[in-house]
């Protein structure tokens, strides 16, 4: 059985989704694809979240978008044939705050400057905050005080990449997440007609060519030629830089919007059903404001962004994380969107490890009270949410204490963590802890598979990690070679083609197949779901629909569970955690 659209109107899917990068298997999507054709997953996936790699992309492992064309190098169309022929239904990304200095839009504006057509299409800092800030000694306008306390910042210092114009002058553009600024190398042959000695041009090569070594400001050097002579260089040495960096749009261009509604369609052409707007909390800015999901203008944002997928016939995930107290979640869902489930991770995490379903419990119930459509995962290409989790006053899954012991037994067992910065620089919150979910338990196969049995049985779409699928460990080399991302590298080794067929033949991974196949196939998971707890380590899951029903005990202390399931046929299968 293949799950489709049981109601389009409703935005609802059905089925397990399979997750990676194009190249996350093998080398190229081909060899994703072909593991999804073999006999041992025959009947396991129903969709395939295919990450930004996919599309050309230099940044962030695919989130900074140069252009929303396949990616040769990784991607075919074959390959879009052959999981149509599956079919499999297919996720992807549309990046909505940013795109990379790469994109055709980002190098005209460089290389024309004022006389570009896409000058507005990206966010000069200065021209937004002008009227709302100081400029400068170094060319910058800081913003006032009361606007720098409200923004939501995800990395230290001003989010600005300084860009040089045609004309010579540096213009600081918005830049929410990653950058990289790369100065390269002189030779003397650069200095060339700047009627210096042979001796002056070597000298001055090699102080440039130290500094840059050593990643210190070129700009400041004190180099003994005349001051008219040294900005010659000076300007020499800045052409030669060069950029990496997610520049934010300007959602105040109609030439943005246009680029989004052609985007929707080339998503479509792909055999997209299912879209997940990355980012987009982000894409409202406006003085004054947090900017980060400003009301009530995201909210228009989002209502044109639905009209616009719904002509194309997709389905929009918006991507949030925030606080649970704050209950943005819960806004979102109630607007007619599906959303991520970012708070069963840690929840799940809690009650193996304290031996306590309470709050686990406590939010499936809301999950079916509040009837909220949700995607679950375990591990991801991201990493373990746990500012989702944080609560307020009378609205809270976990307390505070309970999040950092979390926290603190996963970096125990070999994560990293990420934080949130305040305007100061200074750590605010944790973000996120990297991990491959089943290093996060300890490498303990007996939890980590109680982990995915009581995923299947979550309400939603449970969505499925191609290493955790593999029951894969940290990688920490990747992590400590990985630059400003570092961290997320911990769970993104790449499986060669023997690894898989090793993998295959390994009882965690056969017993995590035999419960996805159960999710992705009965359709007593299309029912009823009754949650019941006789203690706080034991929960009780239970789907009923037309006959068929499929029921999961589990004992968080004695890390077992048992699964019963019958169907319309009256056929009776069990399936044990022993």
């Known amino acids: ?67 929303y064309n396949l990616n040769r190098d990784l991607v075919s169309p074959d390959d879009l044939a052959k999981l149509e022929k599956l079919q499999i ?29 896409f000058k507005d299409f990206f966010i000069n800092w200065n021209e937004f905050w002008q ?24 990395k230290p210092g001003l989010p600005i990449l300084k860009v040089r114009f045609p004309d010579g002058t540096e213009r600081p553009y918005w830049n929410t997440f990653y950058q990289q600024v790369d100065y390269h190398p002189i030779a003397s042959a650069d200095l060339a ?9 070597e000298r001055i090569a090699v102080q440039i060519n130290a500094a840059i070594a050593a990643k210190e400001k070129v700009s400041s050097l004190t180099l003994d030629v005349p001051p008219a002579t040294r900005d010659k260089i000076i300007d020499i040495v800045e052409k030669k830089r060069t950029y990496l960096g997610q520049m934010d749009l300007n959602a105040r261009s109609e030439k943005v919007w246009k680029f989004y509604e052609e985007t929707f369609r080339k998503l479509k052409s792909y055999g997209a059903t299912l879209i997940r707007l990355d980012a987009f909390a982000y894409l409202h800015k406006q003085p004054g404001m947090v900017n980060f999901f400003n009301k009530p203008e ?20 918006p991507e949030i994380h925030s606080e649970y107290g704050i209950g943005l979640h819960e806004e979102v869902a109630n607007a007619g969107y599906s959303i991520y489930d970012f708070f069963f991770p840690g ?81 605010i919150s944790y973000y996120q802890v990297n991990a491959t979910f089943f290093s996060a338990l300890g490498e303990d196969e007996r939890k980590f598979l109680l982990a995915r049995a009581v995923q299947m049985f979550m309400p939603g779409i449970p969505q499925v990690w191609y290493l955790d699928l593999f029951a894969g460990k940290n990688n920490y080399q990747a992590a400590d070679c990985g630059g400003a991302a570092g961290h997320k590298e911990i769970n993104r080794t790449t499986l060669s ?42 929960l009780q899951l239970v789907w009923t629909n037309e006959g068929a029903q499929a029921s999961l005990s589990v004992d968080f202390r004695t890390h077992s569970f048992e699964i019963q399931v019958r169907g319309r046929d009256g056929v009776s299968k069990q399936i044990s955690s022993s």
């Open 298 to 317: 995201t909210w228009n944002y989002l209502g044109r962004l639905k009209e616009m997928a719904t002509n194309a016939g997709l389905i929009l995930l």
């Open 347 to 427: 929840l799940i995490l809690d009650a193996i490890d304290r031996a306590n379903c309470g709050p686990l419990l406590a939010w499936i119930h809301e999950i079916r009270a509040k009837k909220l459509f949700t995607i679950n995962m375990l591990g991801c290409h991201d990493g373990i949410p746990v500012l989702d989790l944080k609560g307020r006053p009378g609205r809270a899954l976990l307390g505070d204490q309970e999040i950092d012991e979390v926290v603190t037994r996963v970096i125990d067992r070999g994560g990293r963590v990420k934080n949130l910065y305040g305007p100061d620089g200074k750590k």
């Open 1 to 67: 059985m293949n799950p489709k659209l049981v109601d389009t109107s409703e935005k609802r899917l059905r089925g397990v989704m399979f997750n990676a990068y194009p190249d996350s298997i093998g080398s190229r999507l081909s060899d994703s694809v072909n593991l999804l054709a073999r006999d041992e997953l025959k009947g396991a996936f129903s969709l395939f979240y295919i990450l930004p790699t996919f599309f050309n992309s230099d940044l962030d492992r695919g989130f900074s978008i140069i252009d």
């Open 497 to 538: 083609l023997s690894d898989i067929e090793t993998g295959l033949k390994r009882p965690i991974v056969q017993r995590q197949l035999e419960l996805i196949k159960l999710r992705n196939s009965s359709v007593a998971f299309d029912g009823d779901l009754v949650a019941t707890t006789e203690g706080e380590h034991l």
């Open 89 to 117: 239904l297919l996720k992807f990304d549309l990046v909505l705050n940013h795109l990379s200095v790469g994109s055709p839009q980002f190098r005209d504006m460089l290389k024309h400057g004022d006389a570009s057509e």
């Open 193 to 201: 007609g700047l009627q210096l000695s042979t001796e002056q041009v």
């Open 131 to 154: 009227a709302e800030g100081e400029l400068g000694a170094d060319g910058v306008v800081t913003p006032k005080a009361e606007h720098l306390q409200k923004l939501f910042m995800r």
